[in-house]
Every structure is written in structure tokens, then in C-alpha cells.
């Protein structure tokens, strides 16, 4: 009888610290409820849960792990805690979904500095829309890569587009044998033109009117418009480089995108019924998009 309730104490103790132990992976890696602790109780796949999820925090692990890692007395990352970061979340990762019967491995943690395309990546989508339903930006900064940036065939291209479709602002920028040409468009104004000596990064801070740090003709950017309007971007492939801008959103919430890195880690995943291998565009740190 004794060797019984041993057992039973034995069982109920290691139950508790499973328990335990799930709790705290969970909360480690922002309370995300995986699909896949249903998969014994229920007849559907969800394999399509499992890898939204998987992709959702380690999307999330790459964005804070980048933020830990951010000086922003100078604006530079300690690569080593970055990495740190990244390898204790991916040991953590792996250790939760084996529970549920997975594998789980992270490769290539290495980040590179993005293109102005939606995800980041040289080959993602070049024209789309940065933010919508905007109310005021406060700040909106650019350092676009010179040395990468397309010529007048293929301009990067920057506009604030009003709810009816209607240009608010634009601003094209292109590279001439190492002039960078910047053309400036309010509504349908008269177009007003800067001509800069390409360096990188060529720092553009487009509310504050400077370039490289040095006062220059207004850029004329709409912070508050008085109507909602979205921020879209074109030609994104053709010039790589950082982007922040902030503000607040018609909602009355504030916003902050910061586009300043894009990691491109490998995930892989694998059960009884399934095996996945699939590359994870991250903007870092990220914000809204």
C-alpha cells in the first residue's frame, strides 16, 4: 500500500513541477496558447496553428531580443546579447514544444540592413503601404543607402496618400553618378528639387527639415493634415536603408514603425504528422505595419 501511494506522490509531484514548468515557458514566451495542446482531443490538423504561432513568437523573440540588445544612448547593438537573447529563447522554444510533441530549431541569426520593401528583403513586395490612417507624424527619418539606391529610371519613391486617393505629398529620390537628386511635390505645387553628394548613410530627417544634420529648404511634410491618410512606398527594391517615423493614428492611439535591420531566420519544425522548413522575414525592432 505504501509502495502504492509512493508511486501516486511520485506521480502528482512530477505532474506539478510539468505543470510548473509549462507555466513559466509560457509566460517566457508572451503567454502564446499553442493550438496543438488540443491535438489529442480533437480530429482537426492543426499544423497551420502550430506554425502561425511559432512564427508569431519568434517574430516577437527577434524584435525583443533586438530592443535588449539597442544602446540608444548611440544607437548601436551589442551583438552578443543579441544572440544570447535569441539562443535562450530558441532552447526555450524547443523545450516547450516538445511537450506537445514537436522539434523545434531556429538557424541563421544574423540581421542585415533592410531594403524599403515590405518585408525587408531585397526580392519582397516594392510597392505597399508603410501605415494607414494617420493623423499627425511627428517624426519621419530616413537613411537610405546610397550606394544601393536605384538611378532616375528607378527612383525610390515616398507619398502621403489621402483617403480618396488624392497625393498629399511626395517625395522621389534617385542616384546620378554620386548626386542624389531629391524631388519634393506638395499636392499638385510646383515640384522643389535638392541636389546632395551621396554618402552612407545619407540621413534625411523629413520633419525637421535637415539633411545630414544641417538645416535645409522645408521638405513641406503634411504633420498634421487635418484628414486621415496613409504613408505608401514604391520602388522599395531599388534602394536598401533605416526608416522610423512616429506619430498618431486617426484611432487617437500613438504609433512608432522602426525599420532599422531584417533578420532572416530558418524555422524548422517537425512531428508524426508533419515536418516544416520556412524562412521568417523580421523587421527589427519593428512597430506597426
Known amino acids: 500500500m505504501k509502495s502504492f501511494n509512493d508511486s501516486a506522490q511520485l506521480l502528482l509531484i512530477a505532474g506539478f513541477a510539468i505543470g510548473v514548468g509549462i507555466v513559466v515557458i509560457t509566460v517566457m514566451l508572451n503567454n502564446v496558447i499553442y493550438a496543438s495542446n488540443m491535438a489529442s482531443e480533437s480530429s482537426i490538423d492543426t499544423s497551420r496553428y502550430d506554425i502561425a504561432n511559432a512564427i508569431q513568437t519568434t517574430t516577437e523573440a527577434y524584435q525583443d531580443a533586438y530592443r535588449y540588445a539597442l544602446d540608444g544612448s548611440n544607437n548601436t547593438t551589442d551583438d552578443t546579447q543579441y544572440r544570447k537573447y535569441i539562443e535562450s529563447y530558441s532552447r526555450k522554444a524547443s523545450q516547450n514544444y516538445a511537450i506537445a510533441g514537436f522539434t523545434f530549431h531556429l538557424q541563421d541569426h544574423d540581421y542585415s540592413e ?10 519582397g513586395k516594392s510597392n505597399w503601404t508603410l501605415v494607414s490612417n494617420v493623423d499627425t507624424a511627428e517624426v519621419f527619418y530616413l537613411t537610405p543607402n546610397t550606394s544601393s539606391m536605384g538611378n532616375e529610371s528607378n527612383p525610390l519613391v515616398i507619398e502621403a496618400v489621402n483617403h480618396s486617393g488624392s497625393s498629399l505629398w511626395l517625395m522621389r529620390m534617385y542616384n546620378t553618378s554620386g ?8 499636392s499638385s505645387s510646383i515640384p522643389s528639387y535638392r541636389n546632395v553628394t551621396a554618402v552612407t548613410p545619407l540621413e534625411i530627417n523629413i520633419t525637421g527639415n535637415q539633411i545630414n544634420g ?4 522645408s521638405f513641406n511634410y503634411p504633420t498634421s493634415a487635418g484628414q486621415d491618410y496613409s504613408i505608401n512606398i514604391y520602388n522599395g527594391n531599388s534602394t536598401g536603408g533605416m526608416c522610423t517615423i512616429s506619430g498618431n493614428l ?11 535591420q531584417v ?3 530558418t524555422l524548422r519544425m517537425s512531428s508524426g504528422q508533419m515536418s516544416i522548413n520556412r524562412t521568417v522575414p523580421i523587421i527589427l525592432p519593428g512597430g506597426i505595419s
Open 214 to 217: 544641417a538645416g535645409v529648404p
Open 263 to 265: 533578420a532572416n531566420p
Open 114 to 123: 533592410p531594403y524599403f520593401t515590405h518585408n525587408g528583403l531585397a526580392e
Open 179 to 186: 548626386t542624389i537628386n531629391i524631388t519634393v511635390i506638395v
Open 250 to 260: 486617426t484611432s487617437g492611439h500613438p504609433f512608432t514603425i522602426m525599420r532599422h
